[in-house]
């Protein structure tokens, strides 16, 4: 019997066609470079028919097309429809090759009919899934290779065909389309759509039904038909809740992939569906059928909707319309039980954002407990916070009961943020439910765990008496009450207590036992682990030595954090390489400091810990500053006051009087006199850790506007506190500020004795920004110092001469006597090893002037004999 005539039709075209240029170069490309093989597969519905029927029509290519069915299946039949749609007759010689004769007599016979064709022919043949014979498949490639490159198969399938088609890649004779270039751009979503309702789309509505249908032409063809007039409505709820369940949609799912597969593969599809990403590790845990690894193979090669997650290798998820489909038959008990056992995989293997999505969606609370609770553990030590407050928020939604201890958690994340108010406000709930819900009887581990909740919240509440409300005896309090109710040196939550036990001794004792008890807590937390705590006493200790004056011992500290971490980009250590920064700024090192708070700046920003930023905003100011770009300087300084406005902070003082100083810098007087108004409280009370910087700013202003008195009164005052209390940074600029006072009272050795002073705290850790920040009469007294740190005081003036006019020499202006050009040319010969008639030769000048001239050198140098004038030129980095 003949094939009728739809055997040899294509598919009829639509009206609203657009045009797929993108898919019919490649095409055309193919021809040019003469491939012999057209593959297109992908999902039903994706256009793979259409494409190839107009692409050809278009073009006016010649081309017979064959539609597969089940019946070609059988050889015999296959190969007698094939030569009668060619008009070919039967052959009547038998071929002489390894194959079967019948095969390679048939084969021969077309290609040279197909051969005599002066055109470019395509032999399209459709639904080849549709044929499960191999031996068709081995026919119909086995054709394609022995073609000239006039003729070309075309082969088009739901499902990968298994042809050994490497050959063909590598030779530039194969061109390959699948889904992923089938399915529409948005331009192309665009105009289809513009094309079908005749009108523009809304922005907001392309992109929802963009990442709906991801670009299926079937897809969007029904959502049309769906949603029809409502495309055109700005958010429309129909488009909100386009879904694969819903008629059209479903049909087509039912009638064209789902109704055709076999039992154990719908059961498949069905349970994996329930979960958004899977994995055959995965699946063979939570959906446990048998012949998994099968199972997910036979999904990959029918093409069922499946795609590989982007960065993840081994990891898939459906279409969202065709898991939409599958989840609306599957029931909701089945689905309870794969997300719980999912759940418990993802927990085991470390992928807490997962396990907690996948326990929240079963709806049963005692289960979810058991895993949300370790995994807000997990995520607040590793730094995770926006997944917490992400997975309370859901708890909450689903209308779980508050728990004490992920009010705890929740209390700690809005405290890192700088929300105080509201982490005080959830600490109070959380004590309530303690108060409430006391544990009877003899059950150990609830009370055990209980207690610890109890010390994460004295932990948290010695946090906010530090940062917030200033109450340092009741954060000493709560300090001590965390480390007894805590494990004892292996909790992270202990760092937490110690900093803040150490936070408050920086405040109200010595800064030196403060540096004790962080010391501690960098043990602590080098065996504990959370690196969200470690790094808070990382910085901390960084901090503390700095204000203490050990500047070598701070970056010391900063590059172990670091390397205490395997990744360089964590989010965590943006504190860290900000404090890097700030240490070489203080050394005069701009261009190091420059790339660490940027870099700092950077991480911190992506951490979500807004103390942090504030920080870190904080210090590149500070650099921007130094390097004279005074309006980044002043933008960042913004951000930081911006950033602690939102947050709760009991003090922004330090970040105003930052400002103050960029303001005085500039002259803007008016702006400086208005902050003093503003901040007089602060001003006039006793100096202390939290107003010292605000004093210092104020100090500068009293000396600017020449109110000495004032000003060396209240210098008193802070050198004695700052004495007291071990903060041997400020005192440099404390000694700075008094030697300014002295010397405009005409008392040069009271000033000289007071930069003497800051220089011996300075010149051991190489803190050079301090005498470049402040007034200018400091600078002209420190040469008068080159004998008590020589090497320290000319690094100093060589930086402070760049500064002031961009050479590095040291001026008359600033040394007692400079070196002249030709006696810095005589210093130079002379350390090359050149004898006196030699230097004279060289600068054509006579030995008598060279005599003079080294004369000259050893008087400015202060210095007798050859060698001892080669040591000082040396150290003094003239040659």
Known sequence: MSPSIQKFTPPSLPGDLIQRSRLESMLMDGLKNKARLFLISAPAGYGKSTLIANWASGNHIEHLWFNLDYKDNDLPVFVSGLREALQIDAPVQPAQRGMAVEEAEEISLL???????EKTFLLVFDRLDDVSNTRIQDFLFELATQLNPRAVVVLISRRQPELQVSRMRAYNQLVEINEGDLKFNPQEIKEFLQLETGKEIPARNLK???????????????????????????????????????RFLADYFEEEVFGELEPSLQD????????DQFSTALCRSAVKNRGTETLMQQLLDNHLFIFPVENRPGWFSYHPLFRDFLLSKCAAEEQQG?????????????????AVDCILRTGQESNALQIIEPACEQAILNGNLTAILQWLAEWSRIGFQPRSELLVYQGWIKALEGDFVQALMLAERAEDLLKTSPIKGKDKERQGSQQITRGKLAALRAFTDVMYTRQYDSALKQAKTAQHLLPKNRSAWNLM????????????????????????????GKTVGGKTFYYAIANSLVAALHFNGQRGEAVEICQKALQHSANAEDPALGGMYSWQGRLALEANQLEEAQQLTEHGLALTQKSGVTLNLIFSNYYASQVYHALGKSDLSMDLIHQAQKLAGNASLSDESWLNAWETHLNLAEGNMLKVEHWVRREKLILTQKPDYINMESLLVYTRYLIKNGEFAAAGKLLREMEKQSSR???????????????VVWEQSEKHNQALDCVKRAVHIAAPEEYQRVFLEEPAPVLKLVPELSMESPAFIMRLLRNASAAENGSRRIPASILPEALSDREMEVLKLLAAGRKGPQIASELFISYSTVRTHLKSIHRKLDVHGRQELLEKARLLELI
Do not use: C
Request: glycine share 8%.
């Open 268 to 275: 498949f599809l069905l349970h994996s569906s329930v979960l």
């Open 338 to 354: 794969i997300l719980f056992k999912a759940a418990m995989w993802f927990e085991q293997q470390g992928f807490l954002d997962e």
């Open 111 to 117: 290609v040279r009919n197909i051969q005599k064709r």
């Open 208 to 246: 929802s039904i963009e990442r709906k249908t991801r670009g299926w032409a079937a897809g969007l063809r029904l959502a049309v038909d769906l949603l029809d007039m409502e495309l055109l409505t700005e958010d429309s709820p129909g488009i909100a809740h386009l879904n694969g369940a819903q």
């Open 497 to 524: 207590a110690l900093w803040a036990q150490a936070e408050t001794q920086k405040r109200i004792d010595h800064i030196g036992k403060s540096i004790e008890t962080l010391y501690e807590g960098l043990r602590i």
């Open 725 to 739: 209390r071990g903060y041997y940074r400020w005192l440099i600029n404390i000694y700075l500020q008094q030697a």
